[in-house]
């Protein structure tokens, strides 16, 4: 994998790209080791649209955001491939270039909110500063405008909020300041990389919804970072599903959901929580662990989890390739839905194998995810 480079704008034939990254790699040189969190990987955000980008914790989620945006700057650091936003080119572009890119371009919400807000300036300051440096407002222009945004992300008495300290304020809330600074200078493409994970599910649900809520009023696209497929399942338009620094599956969040072909897929799909099953259900695991970034296996990435491998996924990294539908990717040699993939699993059933046994009782049982 990573060798042949496949866009699935040129293949979809839409001309609405905002963004598009192509073979970007992102490596981190630690001691004699390479860390390739992000390795190949190409994708398209269209103008107004929102992508998902979903997988587990250490997938690379954070690297690939960070290196789009052009924020991850270090010495042991090596990033190639393309980054091109409207038309320009960011990878090796300036400082003083993606200076006047962030926040009136692009922007990013983080996962936690008290690491990305100053404890010690009063909440107001941190909402006007950007547009007194973007969009050089008056302070009292610049104010009027932060009472607007604080009313627009829904915090009750904004003029009281201003004169708050971070710390004086709920985890809800202080995410709600974030994605008001993020909005303020009116960023056609927003990042939010897992903007709830430090909140409880309720407040999860609220921010998560005032996001959509934004992105479709502002006509901004977004790219919405997760380890919960569910959480993207209603929340996106397309979805690239990441694993070991590659993208492994990608496609329209109907097509993925109603014909998912990644066994990793799948099982992030049966890892989802169902509200509608009793509290106490647990959330079924995905069996082992993601491989060390340093030392990847030769063959397939999720082999030595993966309920339907065989020896030709331990020898061969698959490459990322469309199905009958162009714009859907996906990178296995025994996909799910597949009559070579189902004899794959019957092979592992026999041979004992936990992932396999798991999988075949989740497909009859639940008959869902293929
Ligand atoms: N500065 C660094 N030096 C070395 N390795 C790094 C560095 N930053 C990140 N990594 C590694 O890159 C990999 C991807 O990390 P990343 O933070 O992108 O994962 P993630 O998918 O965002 O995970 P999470 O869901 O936990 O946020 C991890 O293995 C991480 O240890
Ligand atoms: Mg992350």
């Not at 003083?96 to 990305?116: H, I, N, Y």
């Not at 008056?138 to 829904?154: D, G």
């Not at 996909?335 to 936990?354: I, T």
Request: hydrophobic share 40%.
């Amino acid at each position: 994998m990573g060798v042949e480079v496949l866009s699935t704008d040129a293949m979809s034939g839409a001309s609405d790209a905002l963004l598009t990254v192509t073979d970007l790699r992102t490596h981190f040189h630690v001691g004699e080791h390479v860390v390739k969190a992000v390795d190949g990987v190409s994708l398209t955000v269209h103008k107004g649209k929102t992508l998902g980008i979903v997988g587990e914790s250490g997938s690379g989620k954070t690297v690939l955001s960070r290196s789009i945006m052009g924020i991850n700057t270090a010495p042991n650091i090596e990033t190639s491939g393309s980054v091109t936003y409207n038309g320009t080119e960011l990878v090796g572009s300036s400082r003083s270039t993606m200076r006047k890119l962030w926040g009136a371009e692009m922007s990013m919400v983080f996962q936690d909110p008290m690491t990305s807000l100053n404890p010690v300036v009063k909440v107001g300051r941190q909402v006007t500063e950007h547009l007194r440096s973007h969009q050089g407002v008056s302070k009292s222009e610049a104010r009027q405008a932060a009472i607007e945004l604080l009313k627009w992300v829904r915090i009750p008495e904004p003029e009281k909020r201003l004169e708050n300290y971070p710390h004086q304020m709920s985890g809800g809330m202080r995410q709600r300041v974030c994605i008001a600074i993020a909005l303020a200078c009116g960023p056609k493409l927003l990042f939010a990389d897992e903007p709830t994970t430090a909140l409880d599910v309720t407040v999860q649900h609220q921010i998560l919804n005032l996001l959509s809520q934004q992105q479709r009023e502002r006509d901004m696209a977004m790219v919405l970072v997760t380890h919960d497929l569910g959480v993207v399942a209603t929340r996106t338009d397309e979805i690239a599903v990441m694993y070991a620094g590659r993208v492994v599956e990608q496609a329209s969040t109907s097509t993925l959901f109603d014909d998912m072909r990644h066994p990793y897929t799948q099982s992030l799909f049966w890892s989802i929580p169902k509200t509608s099953e009793p509290k106490h259900t647990r959330l079924s695991a995905i069996v082992g662990r993601p491989p060390n970034l340093a030392a990847l296996p030769p063959g397939c990435s999720f082999a030595a989890r993966c309920p339907y491998a065989q020896d030709v996924c331990r020898e061969q990294a698959p490459e990322l390739q469309p199905t009958e539908d162009p714009s859907h990717l996906f990178a296995c040699h025994l996909p799910v839905g597949s009559d070579e993939g189902r004899r794959a699993l019957e092979v592992n059933v026999q041979l004992g194998l936990p992932q396999a046994k798991s999988a075949a009782l989740r497909a009859t049982v639940a008959g869902g995810g293929r």
